[in-house]
């Protein structure tokens, strides 16, 4: 068993309940923790043997694309979309962090782990 990780992955997006954070936007922060059995690419040294860390990258910024009201959602739809192209993963954690929140005081970030 193998662990990839995508971390620290930013984006500025617009996402939020409100009105003003659709309209302002804000950047988010995503870190990937990818479970598979790596051990074919381990001997081959060949990409096609593996999970395209590339590959994963552009399909969280397309997801990251599409407005969401919530963290939650965002998260469930990035954990779909990579399992959906990379059946071979058997495990994955998503944590979604929101910079800055205008939450009425000074807060770095609110995130959600799923």
């Known amino acids: 068993m193998s662990l990839i990780s995508l971390e620290g992955m930013e984006f500025f997006a617009y996402h939020g309940c409100y009105r003003e954070e659709q309209l302002v936007g ?31 990258y552009c399909i969280v910024k397309k997801e990251m694309e599409t407005k969401s009201f919530l963290l939650e959602h965002i998260g469930k739809r990035i954990l779909t979309s990579v ?8 495990e994955a954690k998503i944590k979604v962090s929101k910079m ?15």
Do not use: C, M, R, W
Request: charged share 30%; glycine share 4%.
């Open 26 to 56: 804000t950047k988010f922060i995503i870190d990937l923790f990818i479970e598979a059995d790596l051990s074919k690419s381990e001997k081959s040294d060949n990409l096609s043997d593996t999970i395209n860390y590339q590959d994963v």
């Open 83 to 90: 399992k959906k192209h990379f059946p071979e993963i058997l």
């Open 100 to 114: 800055n929140p205008q939450l009425g005081g000074k807060i770095k970030n609110v995130s959600i782990t799923l």
